[in-house]
Nanobody
Framework: QVQVVESGGGLVQPGESLRLSCTASGSIFSPYTMEWHRQAPAPGKERELVAGLNANYADSVKGRFAIIKDNAKNTVYLQMNNLKPEDTAVYYC?????????WGQGTQVTVSS
């Protein structure tokens, strides 16, 4: 079993920065990857991939967001710069193995003036 815990969300103003953290613990075995997804509050809005460790980013965040991995801590960070109101969402961390998916509980990011 793997536990995934996110932290670092909050309320920020447009143009500001925020760093999210995600730590996996428990039965950690390679190979695995970790990703950041988000789900906006709009009705019908589906969860979308924001950033993965293969340097794949959603078009809407390219040049503003960066995913950073700390192997020693089984932790990934999502550095978010120049935040926009449309970045408002619950951000989820996904720990992915060839057979299983483990989601964190999510952390709220709100960008508003």
């Amino acid at each position: 079993q793997v536990q995934v815990v996110e932290s670092g969300g909050g309320l920020v103003q447009p143009g500001e920065s925020l760093r999210l953290s995600c730590t996996a613990s428990g039965s950690i075995f390679s190979p695995y990857t970790m990703e950041w997804h988000r789900q906006a509050p709009a009705p019908g809005k589906e969860r979308e991939l924001v950033a993965g460790l293969n340097a794949n980013y959603a078009d809407s965040v390219k040049g503003r967001f960066a995913i950073i991995k700390d192997n020693a801590k089984n932790t990934v960070y999502l550095q978010m710069n120049n935040l926009k109101p449309e970045d408002t969402a619950v951000y989820y961390c996904l720990y992915r193995t060839p057979r299983f998916l483990y989601w964190g509980q999510g952390t709220q990011v709100t960008v508003s003036s």
